[in-house]
């Protein structure tokens, strides 16, 4: 019977407990900014006028730049709030595009949690891009 008290299966032990427990403690992985590309874009440019916007991340620690995946995207009020009637539309993916009628420019916005805490807690990171409508 092997004892867990015995020196070569105590190390075993140690040297488990410790690769497990690496993940779980240090820095937290923290967004500092977001960026959206394209910064602007014509929908008349994109297939069905529906433009794909991207948010990419700047990180601490690294990696960075990375894909920021959980964000909440919304056309722009000029206070900086989501509009609920804009001139346009994006889904949850940031796909936008322009309401039929609509001519100018709309403002989107993604946003997404930092990190640093709790998400309904942490602070939220913003980023934006133009959306040029005919």
């Known amino acids: 019977m092997i004892k867990l008290g015995s020196p070569p299966v105590l190390a075993v032990f140690l040297v488990l407990l410790a690769t497990v427990d690496c993940g779980t403690t240090g820095s937290p992985h923290v967004l500092k900014s977001i960026v959206v590309t394209p910064a602007?874009?014509?929908?008349?440019?994109?297939?069905?006028?529906?433009?794909?916007?991207?948010?990419?991340?700047?990180?601490?620690?690294?990696?960075?730049?990375?894909?920021?995946?959980?964000?909440?995207?919304?056309?722009?009020?000029?206070?900086?709030?989501?509009?609920?009637?804009?001139?346009?539309?994006?889904?949850?993916?940031?796909?936008?595009?322009?309401?039929?009628?609509?001519?100018?420019?709309?403002?989107?916005?993604?946003?997404?949690?930092?990190?640093?805490?709790m998400p309904i807690t942490g602070v939220q990171v913003f980023g934006d891009a133009q959306l040029i409508c005919p």
């Not at 609509?102 to 949690?113: E, I």
């Open 40 to 117: 602007s874009a014509h929908a008349q440019d994109f297939p069905n006028g529906q433009v794909p916007f991207k948010a990419t991340g700047t990180f601490d620690p690294p990696p960075s730049p990375a894909m920021v995946t959980d964000t909440s995207w919304c056309m722009g009020a000029e206070d900086g709030s989501c509009a609920q009637d804009a001139g346009g539309t994006v889904d949850a993916h940031g796909v936008a595009q322009c309401n039929p009628g609509f001519s100018g420019t709309l403002t989107v916005q993604v946003s997404a949690p930092n990190g640093a805490g």
